[in-house]
Nanobody
Framework: QLHLVESGGGLVQPGGSLRLSCVASTFPLEQYAIGWFRQAPGKDREGLACISRSGETANYADSVKGRFTISRDNAKKTVYLQMNNLKPEDTALYSC??????????????????WGQGTQVTVSS
């Protein structure tokens, strides 16, 4: 099972930016599609973005399309989520997850088998 560790969360003002990182260990990252998810208190986990194994294609939720960008560096075993124009409703625990050897960029949490512990993002003035 892939071990994932997120970082980069924090407190940011509305309109600000953050870049989250998801670092993988134990297996070559290029074997996995990687997704970013978030969960706010009292709400279901929401799929935000997923990037293919090669990094050539990605899928985004409508709620973040145009504001968030997912990218990856397989040599560094790292996947990034660049978040711009953050809003208070973006406040949540953000997690990355992996699905093995697929060409489908899923946004459904049930499709993913390995999860990180998450990093908190708080958007507030």
């Amino acid at each position: 099972q892939l071990h994932l560790v997120e970082s980069g969360g924090g407190l940011v003002q509305p309109g600000g930016s953050l870049r989250l990182s998801c670092v993988a260990s134990t297996f070559p990252l290029e074997q996995y599609a990687i997704g970013w998810f978030r969960q706010a208190p009292g709400k279901d986990r929401e799929g935000l973005a997923c990037i293919s194994r090669s990094g050539e294609t990605a899928n985004y939720a409508d709620s973040v399309k145009g504001r968030f960008t997912i990218s990856r560096d397989n040599a560094k075993k790292t996947v990034y989520l660049q978040m711009n124009n953050l809003k208070p409703e973006d406040t949540a625990l953000y997690s990355c997850a992996a699905v093995y050897y697929t060409d489908y960029e899923s946004l459904y949490p049930a499709d993913f088998g390995s999860w990180g512990q998450g990093t908190q993002v708080t958007v507030s003035s």
